[in-house]
């Protein structure tokens, strides 16, 4: 879902990431604000002047969202749960959780930060509007009263108790905490998120009918988004559910091709990829396996290079690898393919590849226990 994204850099060890949806959000803002929003309520500022103001606006809006995620992410990090990435897409931004909050306390904490980051930015900005034309100018009376509304109804929004919103996981945690029923408190976070998310929709219905299609259509896909999500949470834990108690050894394939480091990649990939339908193939050198390349590592080599690269110049080292065991939970797999952001993790015992797991070698493994009603 985040394949097209770019990063922005750093910040307390989390990668902070945009997809390129985010653009498109981002000229919106900038649209919104200097053609709409600035003209109409402060028509003493010149033209010239309203756009960098909308620039630097929309800025400061996306680096609150930033801090919002980073609420959550610096939190989870702190009990234990650490987040490699945030992604800003067009609804906003979202921290990559590794694993799922194993104690409902955990999950308040996660999910209440965000909100409180939010509702002190409100506050901050607030300051800085209410100080007044005649203390900071109007530009930056404008700017802090728009940053200071956003920033209020972002925690007020995000507080709506529905899966996926900041509201959704506290309702999970509060029910999870009291019922000490996760499945049950999931199922009903999730189906108050499609609540909201069938309110949302139904607003947006309302609006077009009024004619103004901009919101209209604006909230109906926060809507969608959020049906979206809320169907995939639950989906999630079912298939976690399903997934307990199954190791990576039962789900393994043992059969992939190996391939020598002195391959070429047009050798590779004319003879072994094409013939064998598969992604990633075992470097064997001497007796061992000494390394893996998948469609990622031959993609990452420009095409005209294919007949000069050898396989062993291009694999990642099998010591660079995060391999998993083979006793290793189904669950666990998934979270560190997740982690590291692969589709595929070999499993290594004793120091010898043993096989390979990938996402849909799981998936296989879940609808043959299904057809078999096992
Ligand atoms: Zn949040």
């Known amino acids: 879902m985040m394949r097209n994204s770019f990063s922005l850099g750093t910040i307390f060890g989390i990668e902070l990431r945009a997809d390129l949806s985010w653009l498109v959000a981002f000229g919106l803002v900038v649209w919104m604000l200097s053609a ?82 939010s509702f002190a930015l409100a506050l901050g900005f607030g300051a800085l ?30 507080l709506l108790p529905g899966f996926p919103l900041d509201g959704g996981r506290i309702l999970r945690a509060i029910v999870w905490g009291l019922s ?9 976070a999730g189906m108050a998120g499609r609540l909201i998310a069938f309110g949302l929709i139904g607003w947006g219905l309302l609006l077009a009918f009024r004619g103004n299609w901009a919101d209209a259509l604006w909230i109906a896909f926060v809507g ?21 108690g199954h190791t990576a050894r039962e789900a393994m394939m043992t059969d992939c091709p190996r391939v020598g480091p002195a391959m070429t990649i047009q050798k590779l990939v004319d ?6 339908g598969r992604r990633c193939f075992p470097v064997v050198g001497g007796n061992r396996v000494t390394g893996l390349i998948t469609l990622n590592e ?47 993790i070999p499993v290594v015992e004793n120091g010898q590849l043993v096989g ?16 078999l009603g096992v």
Not at 80 to 98: D, E
Not at 181 to 187: L, P, S, W, Y
Not at 224 to 244: C, G, N, Y
């Open 36 to 117: 709409h929003d600035f003209p109409m309520n402060y028509s003493q500022l010149a033209p010239g002047a309203t756009f960098g103001l909308a620039i630097a606006t929309a800025i400061f809006f996306f680096a609150s969202v930033v801090a919002h995620e980073l609420g959550h992410s610096l939190v989870s990090a702190r009990l234990g749960l650490p987040v490699p990435r945030i992604t800003l897409f067009i609804f906003g931004g979202m921290a990559q959780l590794s694993r799922e909050p194993q104690r409902p306390r955990d999950e308040f904490l996660i999910a209440v930060a965000g909100p409180l980051v």
């Open 129 to 158: 509007a209410w100080a007044g034309p005649g203390v900071v100018g109007l530009p930056l009376t404008a700017f802090g009263r728009w940053l200071s509304t956003v920033n209020f109804a972002l925690a007020l929004f995000n």
């Open 180 to 188: 000490r029923n996760f499945k049950a408190a999931t199922a009903l």
């Open 224 to 244: 969608w988004f959020i049906e979206q999500a809320a169907s995939q949470s639950v989906a999630r834990v079912a298939l976690q559910d399903t997934l307990a």
């Open 271 to 276: 003879e072994v990829v094409l013939a064998s």
């Open 298 to 344: 031959i993609r990452a080599v420009p095409r005209e290079e294919w007949a000069t690269t050898t396989v062993g110049t291009a694999m990642i080292p099998l010591k660079e690898l995060k391999s998993v065991s083979p006793e290793a939970g189904l669950i666990e797999v998934f979270e560190q393919m997740t982690e590291a952001d692969v589709n595929q």
């Open 356 to 371: 390979m797991v990938a996402r849909d070698n799981i998936l296989a493994f879940l609808q043959a226990r299904a057809a």
